[in-house]
């Protein structure tokens, strides 16, 4: 781009808040590129075991982390497949903050759940090779590492940085709501 188009105003310097909205969505749809792999081959995995052999054996227990795995293995892909369907149905509109901050909140929520997921895959597989007790602490663990380097390292740093686009940048873009995104001032 030449130079800032109509209705574009500098932000912090650099760049235009459009040309900044456009290179957010592309960085959050790169992201999904790295997310969505893995959800696709854990549900695939998830959809095969009970066709083994062995599954006839599980027990109750196993059978019902199984299936909330399963559940949460399939709302993960939904939530992590979301964002491309909503980039889709709203190509060239008007508000693409909006549809960026939707993705950003719908990203979150799916790794979140892909978290629980992954917890329930090494809660069910505990328990199969080495016992319940045994299976609660790796389940626990990987609870907790998820929660460590997906949840409060991610948070520890936003409260270390600062906003790179100056007031208001956290903000929810939409013309309906001008209030603040995450609820409290910039």
């Not at 310097?13 to 900044?20: P, S």
């Not at 749809?29 to 969505?36: D, I």
């Not at 008007?94 to 950003?104: G, I, M, Q, T, Y």
Request: proline share 4%; charged share 20%; glycine share 8%.
């Amino acid at each position: 781009m030449s130079g800032p188009e109509r209705g574009d105003t500098e932000v912090a310097g650099q760049e235009t808040e459009r040309q900044r909205v456009n290179r957010e969505l592309l960085e959050l749809l790169g992201e999904l590129r790295v997310a969505l792999p893995g959800v696709q081959v854990l549900f695939a995995f998830l959809l095969a075991v009970p066709f083994q052999a062995r599954f006839a054996d599980a027990t109750t227990f196993q059978r019902n982390v199984y299936f909330a795995t399963l559940v949460l293995s399939a709302l993960a892909s939904v939530l992590l497949i979301a964002p491309s369907a909503l980039h889709r149905l709203n190509f060239r509109t008007v508000d693409k903050r909006r549809v960026v901050f939707l993705s950003n909140t719908l990203i979150v929520w799916g790794l979140l759940v892909l978290a629980l997921a992954m917890t329930g895959v090494m809660l069910l597989i505990g328990d199969v090779l080495f016992g319940r007790a045994a299976a609660l602490v790796i389940g626990g663990s990987a609870a907790g590492v998820f929660a460590f380097f997906w949840w409060l390292l991610p948070i520890h740093e936003r409260r270390q940085s600062v906003p790179d686009y100056g007031p208001g940048s956290r903000e929810i873009p939409d013309a309906r709501n001008r209030g603040r995104a995450y609820g409290r001032e910039s």
